[in-house]
Structure formats: structure tokens, C-alpha cells
């Protein structure tokens, strides 16, 4: 899965793309990015990557002990590269190659202004640049010696967009400028464009469900592309954004988060959105309590576990579209009204969902299987990003 987001970075990078020319050149990693001084070699089992102001600590994701601290100035953020040992740190200037088994941050950095999504799917991670509408797909299983070979595609324009390249080699892409997203472009393997939908106002975020589903966000609903074949389902308000999501292969059913109030400065939303990519229908699922953009995970035997403001993770089954259990694990909180300001947040890897508590600067590990807190943290400083070294592309 992938990881989604929305509004500005005002260190320079973008959250919340059209038809181009296709390249094949490697893209090489700038001079001016320089590796952390050397320190002593580390071998961090199942390493957790948590994002704070002014760096990163890698913890062991077994026992959450903290392994190392980097120091990294600015707005970070961090994604999961796909090989299980990388994971990618979102900079002003790129998406930088951090060997989270080492604990270290190598001067490898694939180079674009406004680093935005990073979607792992199909043996491929491609990476979207909203600076510049710059598309990067590389095999991360070839990280590790230098910066892997990567194929490029440029879109029209520069936006805050997203890419998916799937098992066939098409990629799916969206389209807009800086000033307005609208729909998604598909292209073939030799990015000639199949297929198009300019059907889909503030498009934003990405999601893959059971055969290969691919479950784009709009403000009035959702775009689905299956089978060749590019569908709108409706949100059942004028208003309904979608911009946040979390598949699963093990479920034709993508999570959603749901926010219905255009003018809201902050709208802090009490209800999901469950998108049948079968049935190519939409329901909303009443929560009680309020989310934000990193509420939203799968667990996995394919359950929708959304992170509330009530301290709790609700299980939600995607299927009879009902919270069928809560799983306390903090305090009541309340999401900032900057964004980049940190919140709690969800990460799923395994049977293991990790949750930040900024407040407390505590970090949990929840084991699914059995609902339970099993082990807690106290972190030196208020965690933001969570990014595990894992390969499964749902929800790590």
C-alpha cells in the first residue's frame, strides 16, 4: 500500500498530473547530497523508522528499543522503499535511501523538488515529485549499491499527484497543474495513453484491492480503474471527498476517509468510506469519534482499522460495514490544525500495528491477532511518521 497525504510542506514539499513523454535514463542522485558521519555498524531486526523535529530515530521493531538516532533537519517524511531493508526520507530536495537494518542514511537520493507520494505495488515503487510532475519507478529489491535503474515519465504538468504501475506494466497517473487536479491518466507499456477520466475534481491518493483493483480519490467520490475500464462511484453527498485510502490484496473492499464539509478550515470527519471494487458501490461507516490522514490502515486478515481521537483503534469489518471492536491504547486526543504538526498515528507491518502518541512521546505495539497492547515505549522526542522495513505494499 502506500501511503497517501494532503495540503502544503512548508519546507518545500507538497501533499494532496497528464500525458507526457516517457524516458528510460537512471535518475542519479545530486552531488549535494552528503551521507551521515560513519558510525558503528548496527544490525536493527525488523527496524521502525519514527520521524521528529530535527531527525529520525530507527527503533527495533521487536523490542522498540531505540538503535539510532539521525540527525536530519527540516520537514521529514518517510515511506517504506518495498525491499524490507529501505525506507525512503521525503527531504526538500528528494527521496533520500535511509538502510534502516544499519541504521544509516546513504547519500543515494533520487532528486525532486516537492517529494510527494511513494506507492510500492506489483515488485515496483514509483515515486511522484509535485515540484516538477516527475514519475519514478524502480525495482527496490535493487537498492542497496547506488541508486537501482529507474524509468521515467513527465507529466504536462506539475501538481500534487500520484502514480501506480501495475503487474502488466501500466501505469496509472493523475492529471492536473498546480491550480487544479481533475482525473487520472492510464498508459500502456510504452506510455501511450489506453485510457483517461478528467471525471474527478481535487484528485488525490491511491489505493489497490483484490485483483488489482486501483481506487483513485475525488471530492464527490472515487475513480476505479479494473479490467482496462475507468468507473466514477458517486459519493453520496454534492461534497464527499475522498482523498486518503488503504487496500489490501486480501479484500476487494478499499478504505476510505470521508469529509463532506467544503469550507471547513479544519473538518475533523466521524465517518469512513468503504468502496466495493466488485459491487462499484460506496458506504459510509458512523464512527463516533474523529480521524486524521494517518488514522487509516488494513490489518492482515484484510480488516479496516481506523486510529480515533478517542485513543481507541476501531476494527472495522469491511465486509458487513461495522466496527466490530475498539482497542484502547491511549488518551483522548485532538488533531492540530497544522497538518505537519504531529499527530498519532497508525502503521501496520504483519500482525503488528504501531501507534504514535505524540502528546506523551510514547509509541505502542498492538498485536492484532489478539487486540492487545503488548509492549510501549517512551521516545526522547514527540514522534510524527512511522515507516516500517517491510516488503508487503498493504498498509507497511
Known sequence: MRITIPALLT?????SACAARPAAAPVAAPASATPTPP??????????VVTFDGGLHVLDGQTLELARTIPLPGFNRV???GDGRHVLVSTATGFRVLDAVSAELTPDEFAGAKPGHVVRHAGRTVLFSDGTGQVISFDPRRLGDGLPPSSVYKAAAPHHGVAI????????????TEEKRLGILVLDRERKEIARSENCPGVHGEATAENEAVVIGCEDGVLLYKDGEITKIPSPDEYGRIGNQAGSDTSPIVLGDYKKDRDAELERPEQVSLIDTEKGALKLVPLGTSYTFRSLARGPEGEALVLGTDGAVHVIDPVKGTVVEKIKVMGAWTEPLEWQQPRPAIHVRGGTAYVSEPAARRLHAVDLPTRKVVRSVTLPDAPNELAAGCVDPQGC
Open 11 to 15: 519546507a518545500g514539499l507538497l501533499v
Open 39 to 48: 558510525s558503528p555498524a548496527l544490525t536493527v531486526a525488523d527496524p521502525l
Open 79 to 81: 515511506n517504506p522503499a
Open 165 to 176: 504501475q501495475l503487474e502488466n506494466g501500466e501505469l496509472v497517473v493523475t492529471l492536473g
